[in-house]
Nanobody
């Protein structure tokens, strides 16, 4: 079992920055690739960014490329999502998730993730 707890969400003005954290406990953190998803009201949950087990490969959705950065700290069992130049359309609940599958080809599929956090709300004001 892996427990995931997100933090760092809140209210931020457009153009501002925020850093989300996802602390993992339980089974070995380094055996999981990690993803950050988001879900806005009446929209599907979508993958925002993902990172491989070792951190050497990353993926970003086109909508956040160049603005968001995913990283992981093995010593702290934590994965981060740095949000810069945020826009009102970034408003959503952000979830982190863990998958044992290390292939970027499957990271976008929600069913590939075995563990999920409860989410943290990010609200961007215009």
């Amino acid at each position: 079992q892996v427990q995931l707890v997100e933090s760092g969400g809140g209210l931020v003005q457009a153009g501002g920055s925020l850093r989300l954290s996802c602390a993992a406990s339980g089974r070995s953190f380094s055996t999981y690739a990690m993803g950050w998803f988001r879900q806005a009201p009446v929209k599907e949950r979508e993958l925002v960014a993902a990172i491989s087990r070792s951190g050497d490969r990353t993926y970003y959705a086109d909508s956040v490329k160049g603005r968001f950065t995913i990283s992981r700290d093995k010593a702290k069992n934590t994965v981060y999502l740095q949000l810069d130049s945020v826009k009102p359309e970034d408003t959503a609940v952000y979830y982190c998730a863990a998958t044992p599958r290390n292939s970027p080809a499957i990271w976008g599929s929600r069913i590939q993730y075995d563990y999920w956090g409860l989410g943290t709300q990010v609200t961007v004001s215009s």
